[in-house]
């Protein structure tokens, strides 16, 4: 029988400022070949089927730093079973075993749990304008909290890092300007040469649509 092994979880987004597990060490880390994006429609975390929201993914090329975690053995069976749950609910991530750098004096490597965007999954949307991102996470609430809570802890926790993430910023920049805005009548007046910003028409996802991903979670 194998003993138990140290584990390392890479963080991108909620994880960097509510892991909700226990930790031995938390350390700045890089990972190469993946970028952060608000590149998932969540219907469950961050929104709804009636009003989806979006979250942070991780999709292919650049470099994302963040935190790594490393979890003792004799808590990593659960822990993972729990981080499991939390992000393997419609099988929109993929859990692979990369290679991280830690960011410390000196630097070193270390194969880490990660969380990619699966590009072929109805909830992957990677394309959707600053503005309209903004309009969604302006309006939209799920069964963890309101999507602006999820993008503002993620910012904030990011800068505390010394971390500039530049779409990010241009999102929360353009929040400004959305939030401000008085809720338009049912027939708004929009003024020559400005258009009004409808709620996005994402692609609408069966729930029998996602069981062809599910097959990841009984696996694990």
């Not at 004799?74 to 929109?92: N, P, W």
């Not at 990677?126 to 993008?151: C, E, F, K, M, T």
């Not at 809720?183 to 258009?195: D, I």
């Not at 009004?196 to 599910?214: D, G, H, I």
Request: proline share 7%; aromatic share 8%; with cysteine.
């Amino acid at each position: 029988m194998d003993r138990p092994r140290d584990l390392w979880i890479f963080a991108y987004g909620s994880l960097m400022w509510r892991p909700g597990f226990a930790f031995a060490e938390r350390h700045p880390a890089r990972l190469r070949g993946f970028h952060r994006r608000f590149c998932i429609v969540s219907r469950h975390h961050r929104g709804s089927f009636a009003r989806p929201g979006l979250v942070l993914g991780l999709d292919r090329g650049g470099t994302t730093q963040g935190v790594a975690y490393l979890v003792a053995a004799h808590h990593a069976a659960d822990v993972l079973k729990a981080v499991r749950a939390r992000e393997l609910i419609s099988g929109v991530y993929r859990e692979a075993l990369l290679t991280v750098t830690l960011l410390g004096e000196p630097s070193r490597q270390v194969a880490a749990i990660v969380y990619l965007a699966e590009p072929h999954h109805p909830s992957f949307n990677p394309r959707l304008p600053v503005r309209l991102q903004a309009h969604i996470i302006a309006h939209a609430h799920g069964r963890s909290g309101d999507n602006l809570g999820y993008l503002a802890s993620t910012v904030g926790e990011l800068l505390r890092l010394g971390i500039r993430e530049r779409e990010l910023e241009r999102i929360a920049t353009c929040l400004g300007a959305v939030r401000t805005r008085a809720p338009a009548p049912r027939r708004p007046s929009v003024p020559a040469g400005r258009r009004a910003v409808p709620w996005p028409k994402l692609k609408r996802v069966r729930v029998s649509e996602l069981t062809r991903f599910r097959h990841r979670l009984r696996q694990k």
